[in-house]
C-alpha cells in the first residue's frame, strides 16, 4: 500500500497544479477585468426605466457632457476673461470633445451672460465667484478624455486666481471606473495576503495554506472565464465577485480541514476521504442557499444586481468544484496534529458554558431588537456624492457644482392638457409660468428650457417684429444650430425642460421629488409625457435595491426554512436555524439605519455575503448533530456536535471578518461600507451560530418536552 500510495499522492498533487496552471493560463489569455461602467451603468438597454430615457433621446437628441467650474477672484476682469478664453480653446482641441459652452464663446462676455435670463443659469455661479463650461462629449467617450481634460485643468490651474474643478456624468463614471480597478487589483491582492496568514497563524501547515489559496484563485478564474464565455462583461458589481467566490471557498476548506482534523484514522488518504465524506453534504447544501440567493437578483431592474446574480451563481458552483477537486490533494502533503484525548467533561462547567452561552444569544436577541426600528430609517437613495471621498478633488468639484445650479440631470417632457401646439403667444406664456413654478422647487437647480431660451432670443431689437411662431422657426435652422429642435418636437406639442438637480440637502427620496414635480407641472397646465435622466434612474434604482433587499431576504428565509428541515428533518431545528440566521440582516441593515450609513447599489450585497457565513455554520452544525444522535440522543447531542465544528466556525467567521478589514482603507466609500458590513456581519453571524442557534433549540426541545 505505502509503496503505490506515495507515487498516487504525487500524480494527484501534479495533476492538480497543471490544471490550475491550464485555468491561469485562459484567465490570463481571454478575461479583461476592466469594469465597463457606462453613464446608464444602473440599467441594461432593455429596462423600462432606461427605455424612456432612450425615448425622450430619440425626441430630442442630444449629447453627454462634462461641467467645468472655473472659479476666480474676479470673473468680470479681463484677465480672468483671457486665460478662461485660452483654457476652453485647448479643452475643444482634446480628442472626443464635439463642442463646449461657455462664456467664452456663447455670450459676448461675462457681464452680458450675467444679465441674460438663458446664460445666466447656465454659465454663472450663484455667487458670481465662478464660470461653468458645458462640455458635449462623443458617446462613447474616448478612453484618455478625462485624463487629458485633467492635465489641462492642472496646466491652467493658479490658486485663487483660476480655479478649476470638474464634474458631469463622463467624470463621474470614469472615477467609479477607476476605483473599481483599482480596488479589484489592490485589495484582491492584500486580502489574499491576509487570507493566507491567518490561514498560516491557525493551521500551521504550508500546504493547507497554498491549497487554500490556489483553490479559492481558480475558483474566481473559473468564474471570470465562464462569465466571458456568456458574455457578460466585469459591471459596478462584479468587480467585487472576485472577492466573494475566494471567500465562498475559504469558507468550505476551514470545515474540510476541520473535520479532515478531527478524524482519528492513521492513514492520510484514508483521512481526506472520511472528511470529504463528512463534509461534502453540508458543502452542497451551502452552496444550493448561496445559489438561491444569488437567484433571487435575476427578478430585479437592474443590470448590476441581475450580473452580480449570474456571476454568484457561477461563482458558487465554481467554488464548491474548486474546493473538492483541487483542495483535498494539498490535505494529503498536511501533517495533522495528534488528536488530544478527550478529559471527562464536569456537570457544572458544562452548564456554566451553556447559561453563558445562552447570555450572549439572549444579548444577541437585544441588539437585533434594538436595531429593528433603523430598518424604517435605511437610506437606500444616496446622494451621488456619497459615492465618493469628502477630502477628495472630485467630490469639491462635485459639490460646487451641485450647490451653483444642482449636478444630476432630469429631463422632463411636457405637452398641454388640451394637446395644444407651443409655438404661439399662448404656449409661450404656459411654457414660461411652468418655468419659474419648477424653479421654486427646492431640489431643482438650473432649468434650461425652451422660454429661457426665447427669451434670451427676444432680447434681439428685431426680435419684436416677429410673431412666436417665427422665431422657433428661425431657431430651428441649420445656421442657427437647430438649437430649438432640442426642444420642441416636430409637431410642436411636446417641450422638453432639462433640469439640474441639486444632490445636497435633499431631505426627500428621489421618487418622491418626482412626484411632486410631475404635480408642479400638472398644476401649471401641463401632462408629464416622459421623464428621464441619471436623476430618475437613480430614483428608480433606490426603489430597486430595497425592494430585492427586503423581499430578496424574505424569499431567502423561507428557502433556507425548507433546507434546514431537508439537512435536519426535524422542525425544531429547522425553526431555529431560520430564526438565527433572520437576526443577520435584521441587525446589519437596521445598524445601517441608525448609524445614517447609505446602502447603495454596491454596498447592498454585503447582506447577502453575512448571510451566506451564517448559513454555513448553521448547515455544518445541523448535520453535526446527527452525526452525534440527534434527536435520539436529544440534549445531549448538542454538546459534542459544539466541539466539533466551533474551530471551524471560529476560524471562518474570524478569517473572513479579519480579510474584509482591509476594504476600510479604500479611497471608494462604497468598497468601505461593503467591507465593513461583512466584517461586522461575519462576527455577528459566527457567535450567533455559536451561542444563540444551541441556546434557542435547548429551549425549544425543553419546551415541547414540557408540554
Not at 492635465?151 to 472615477?175: C, K, Q, W
Not at 469558507?251 to 461534502?280: C, F, G, H, M, P
Request: aromatic share 10%; charged share 15%.
Amino acid at each position: 500500500m505505502g509503496s503505490f500510495f506515495k507515487p498516487l499522492k504525487i500524480r494527484l498533487i501534479a495533476a492538480c497544479i497543471l490544471a490550475i496552471a491550464l485555468i491561469a493560463v485562459l484567465f490570463m489569455r481571454f478575461v479583461d477585468l476592466r469594469p465597463e461602467v457606462s453613464p446608464d451603468f444602473f440599467f441594461g438597454s432593455n429596462d423600462p426605466e432606461l427605455i424612456e430615457s432612450a425615448n425622450i433621446h430619440a425626441l430630442f437628441p442630444s449629447d453627454e457632457f462634462l461641467i467645468i467650474s472655473v472659479a476666480g477672484r474676479d470673473i468680470f476682469s479681463p484677465r480672468y476673461y483671457e486665460r478662461l478664453s485660452s483654457f476652453s480653446a485647448d479643452i475643444e482641441k482634446i480628442s472626443g470633445i464635439q463642442r463646449l459652452v461657455s462664456v467664452a464663446s456663447g455670450p459676448e462676455d461675462v457681464k452680458a451672460a450675467s444679465e441674460s435670463p438663458f446664460w445666466r443659469p447656465l454659465l454663472i455661479s450663484a455667487d458670481s465667484s465662478a464660470t461653468l463650461i458645458i462640455a458635449f462629449v462623443e458617446t462613447p467617450s474616448p478612453p484618455e478624455l478625462i485624463a487629458e481634460i485633467e492635465a489641462a485643468a492642472r496646466i491652467f490651474n493658479d490658486g485663487e486666481t483660476f480655479h478649476v474643478r470638474l464634474s458631469g456624468m463622463p467624470y463621474i463614471v470614469e472615477h467609479i471606473r477607476r476605483s473599481l480597478t483599482s480596488d479589484l487589483k489592490i485589495f484582491s491582492v492584500v486580502s489574499l495576503m491576509i487570507f493566507a496568514g491567518i490561514l498560516w497563524i491557525v493551521f500551521r501547515s504550508v500546504p493547507i495554506v497554498l491549497g487554500a489559496s490556489l483553490s479559492g484563485i481558480t475558483a474566481v478564474f473559473l468564474t471570470f472565464l465562464v462569465l466571458q464565455g456568456i458574455g457578460q462583461p466585469v459591471g459596478i458589481l462584479t468587480a467585487n465577485l472576485a472577492i466573494i467566490v475566494y471567500v465562498l471557498v475559504q469558507s468550505q476548506v476551514i470545515y474540510l480541514t476541520a473535520n479532515w482534523r478531527n478524524t482519528t484514522t492513521a492513514d492520510a488518504l484514508e483521512s481526506v476521504k472520511l472528511a470529504l465524506l463528512e463534509t461534502y453534504r453540508a458543502s452542497f447544501w451551502c452552496m444550493v442557499t448561496t445559489l438561491l440567493g444569488f437567484a433571487t437578483l435575476f427578478n430585479v431592474a437592474a443590470e448590476p444586481l441581475r450580473q452580480l446574480g449570474a456571476g454568484g451563481i457561477v461563482g458558487a458552483i465554481m467554488a464548491l468544484l474548486c474546493c473538492y477537486l483541487f483542495y483535498p490533494a494539498f490535505l494529503l502533503f498536511s501533517k495533522r496534529q495528534r488528536k488530544v484525548r478527550n478529559t471527562p467533561h464536569n456537570d457544572g462547567l458544562t452548564n456554566l458554558a451553556g447559561y453563558f452561552r445562552l447570555g450572549i444569544g439572549i444579548s444577541l436577541i437585544l441588539i437585533a431588537l434594538a436595531a429593528t426600528p433603523g430598518l424604517f430609517r435605511l437610506n437606500t437613495d444616496p446622494s451621488l456624492l456619497s459615492y465618493f471621498e469628502e477630502e477628495s478633488d472630485l467630490y469639491e468639484g462635485l459639490a460646487f457644482v451641485d450647490k451653483n445650479g444642482g449636478s444630476s440631470p432630469l429631463n422632463l417632457v411636457v405637452g398641454l392638457k388640451n394637446g395644444g401646439r407651443l409655438d404661439s403667444d399662448v404656449g409661450y406664456e404656459a411654457m414660461w409660468r411652468l418655468h419659474q413654478a419648477l424653479a421654486k422647487e427646492r431640489d431643482v437647480g438650473t432649468i434650461i428650457s425652451l422660454p429661457a431660451l426665447l427669451a434670451e432670443a427676444n432680447s434681439h431689437p428685431l426680435a419684436l417684429l416677429l410673431p412666436w411662431r417665427e422665431i422657433v422657426s428661425l431657431l430651428s435652422l441649420g445656421i442657427n444650430d437647430k438649437v430649438a429642435d432640442n426642444f420642441l418636437n416636430e409637431d410642436r406639442d411636446q417641450v422638453l425642460y432639462i433640469l439640474r438637480m441639486r444632490e445636497t440637502g435633499r431631505e426627500e427620496p428621489r421618487n418622491q421629488v418626482l412626484s411632486r414635480l410631475h404635480e408642479t407641472v400638472k398644476s401649471a397646465g401641463f401632462e408629464p409625457v416622459l421623464t428621464g435622466g441619471i436623476y430618475m434612474l437613480q430614483g428608480r434604482l433606490s426603489e430597486l435595491v430595497a425592494r430585492s433587499l427586503f423581499t430578496g431576504i424574505g424569499t431567502l428565509l423561507i428557502l433556507f426554512g425548507i433546507i434546514a428541515w431537508i439537512v435536519s428533518r426535524n422542525w425544531k431545528v429547522a425553526l431555529t436555524m431560520t430564526g438565527t440566521v433572520a437576526l443577520i440582516p435584521v441587525t446589519i441593515l437596521g445598524a445601517a439605519g441608525w448609524w445614517a450609513v447609505p446602502v447603495d447599489i454596491i454596498s447592498a450585497p454585503a447582506v447577502s455575503v453575512c448571510f451566506g457565513i451564517a448559513v454555513d455554520a448553521l448547515i455544518h452544525l445541523a448535520l453535526a448533530f446527527k452525526r452525534h444522535g440527534f434527536p435520539q440522543k436529544g440534549l445531549s447531542s448538542i454538546a459534542p456536535a459544539l466541539r466539533e465544528q466551533s474551530m471551524g466556525i471560529i476560524a471562518s467567521s474570524g478569517i473572513i471578518a479579519i480579510g474584509f478589514i482591509i476594504f476600510s482603507v479604500s479611497t471608494f466609500p462604497p468598497t468601505v461600507r461593503f467591507g465593513t458590513e461583512i466584517v461586522f456581519g461575519a462576527i455577528f453571524a459566527g457567535i450567533a451560530a455559536l451561542t444563540l442557534f444551541p441556546s434557542m433549540l435547548r429551549l425549544l426541545l425543553g419546551y415541547t418536552r414540557r408540554t
